[in-house]
Structure formats: structure tokens, C-alpha cells
């Protein structure tokens, strides 16, 4: 693609992706005006993107989220994007995804705007979760409504930001790696005053975890052995920051220790859950931060 340099920098991060999924999602973005970036986390380079994006890199290996969305960004930055979206690889949008987030932005001058999320599989709507200055929690809903409400934290997938927000509250903190990397950039956004509005009209499916299942009448992700070391040891980083309010990080490593307890008695690999939940208290005790040191 040659460089057209629309108006939107639409940074796609992507990890051993469905090649198909992928160009789909790519496809949907460009004919909606938005300059597509992807930043590949994989282990090997095996997306033969050719002319079908602006930008293509391969980072030689997994480097976190957070560090393949701070190469887009910095991307965004130098070629003076004014709007900057973000996706994962299995993102699905709309036809008029893009418009529908981007309209009200202008109109109204927000500083980040983004969509309600629906479960893939079950269709249900998912709950958008706004932390208070004091660390408590309340779940909102757009119940079929129209009207644009705000939250404090929002996940990064569809989010759509005005590109010199980064100027302001910095970009990702990529010494998390993956987990907890959008919940501390929106808290730093929110220290400094700035909201999240949502966009009812906007509507992404989305599914968390590799599968779940059902307890108490409570839906459980699965996620790897891997992914539960770092939302463990970040759950402590939490405590760390002083934009992030003391309750809410005592309640996520409340929250990561029982949810950790379930899939070790749930789950057939029972020793390599338990082995990354002590690893990830230990190094998040410690303060170890990047890639999880090698065993």
C-alpha cells in the first residue's frame, strides 16, 4: 500500500494470528479510511502481508502488548496521525465501526472514545467496569440505550484516542507485558482528568480468555499457565503506582489468588498453574518486571 495518510492510524497488535482473520480485519479497517499498522509479536514471521497494510513489523519474538503498541504509537506520533485505534488480531467490526466512534469524538471534542463489547459465543453484552478515585468498582451497561456515558477504564481493543493524548499521560508502560497494560494507562488518563466516553452505537464482539466456565453462576476465563503468571505478579505492580487507587489493586490480588485457586483445582495441568502462580507472587513481590525471567 502506498502511503495515503488518512486521518486515523489504526495499530493492529498481533500474536500467531489467523492469517485470514487478520487480512479480513485489515480489509474492513482500510475501506473505512484508517491507515493500518501491524506490530507482530509471533514467534516467527510467517504473515506475508505484502502491499496490504501501510506498516508491517515483526519484532523477532513476543515483546508484550505493551511494547508492540508503544512501536505503533510511536509510528503514529512521527507521521502526525490526529487519531490513533487500537485492535487485536481477532478483532470484528462493522462496516461503519470507525465513524461511529470517530463522529462524536469531533463533534464533541473527546479525548477517547470507545465501543460496548458483546461475548462472542453467548451474544451477551459485557459489562463496562468504572474505577472511582476511592478504588471501588460499578458496572455500567448500555442496556439498548443510545446516550454516550463515560467510564474511567476501558479495555484497549477498539479504543479510539486523539494521537496527542500521548503527549500528555505518556504511552504503554511496557514493563508490564500483557494484563493490566490498558487499566493503568486509562488510570493514568484518568488522573489527569480525562474520560473514557462510550459509544453505545459502537459495537464490537470480543471474547476473553481461551474458554470459560461456569461457577456459582459465575463465568470463569481460562487463560494459559503463562498469561496467569503475569496478571498475577501485575496484580502487585498495581499496588505500585500512585494513579491507581490502593483498594482496587488489593482487590485484583484478592481477585487473582482466588481465580488462580479455581483453575489449579479445575484444570488438568495442575502443577504448571500452580508453579506460575507462585512465580508470578514471588517476582511481583520483587518487583520483576518485562518478559517473565527464563526458568
Same mark, same amino acid.
Given at each position: ?18 492469517? !485470514?482473520? $487478520? ?11 484508517? %491507515?493500518?499498522? @501491524?506490530? *507482530? #509479536? ?32 510511536? !509510528?503514529? $506520533? ?11 488480531? %481477532?478483532?470484528? @467490526?462493522? *462496516? #461503519? ?199
Amino acid at each position: 500500500m502506498s502511503i495515503s495518510k488518512n486521518s486515523i492510524c489504526a495499530i493492529v497488535v498481533t500474536y500467531n494470528p489467523s492469517f !485470514e482473520n $487478520l487480512l479480513l480485519l485489515i480489509d474492513k479497517l482500510t475501506h473505512q479510511n484508517c %491507515d493500518v499498522i @501491524v506490530i *507482530d #509479536n509471533s514467534e516467527r514471521n510467517t504473515c506475508n502481508l505484502d502491499d496490504k497494510t501501510l506498516s508491517y513489523r515483526w519484532l523477532g519474538g513476543n515483546k508484550g502488548i505493551a511494547f508492540a503498541q508503544n512501536v505503533g504509537i510511536k !509510528e503514529s $506520533l512521527e507521521n502526525q496521525y490526529p487519531f490513533t485505534i487500537f485492535f487485536d488480531q %481477532d478483532s470484528n @467490526v462493522a *462496516d #461503519n465501526f470507525i465513524e461511529t466512534l470517530k463522529k462524536p469524538m469531533i463533534i464533541n471534542n473527546y479525548k477517547i472514545c470507545a465501543p460496548v463489547f458483546y461475548d462472542e459465543k453467548r451474544g451477551f453484552e459485557y459489562a463496562i467496569t468504572d474505577v472511582k478515585s476511592n478504588g471501588t468498582r460499578k458496572k455500567i451497561y448500555s442496556n439498548g440505550k443510545n446516550e454516550i456515558f463515560t467510564s474511567s477504564v476501558v479495555i484497549s481493543s477498539g479504543t479510539l484516542v486523539k494521537t496527542d493524548i500521548f503527549n500528555t499521560v505518556g504511552i504503554m508502560d511496557d514493563g508490564l507485558f500483557i494484563d493490566y497494560v490498558d487499566t493503568e494507562w486509562c488510570l493514568r488518563c484518568f488522573s489527569e482528568n480525562i474520560l473514557v466516553h462510550i459509544i453505545p452505537q459502537a459495537k464490537m464482539i470480543h471474547s476473553i480468555g481461551d474458554k470459560s466456565f461456569n461457577i456459582f453462576g459465575f463465568c470463569v476465563p481460562v487463560h494459559s499457565p503463562a498469561r496467569r503468571y503475569y496478571r498475577v505478579r501485575n496484580s502487585f505492580h498495581l499496588f505500585r503506582y500512585r494513579h491507581v487507587p490502593k483498594l482496587l489493586a488489593i482487590r485484583e490480588i484478592t481477585f487473582c489468588f482466588v481465580h488462580s485457586f479455581i483453575l489449579i483445582f479445575k484444570q488438568k495441568n495442575k502443577k504448571e498453574y500452580l508453579y506460575s502462580f507462585f512465580a508470578g507472587i514471588r517476582d511481583g513481590i520483587l518487583n520483576v518486571r518485562g518478559e517473565k525471567p527464563k526458568s
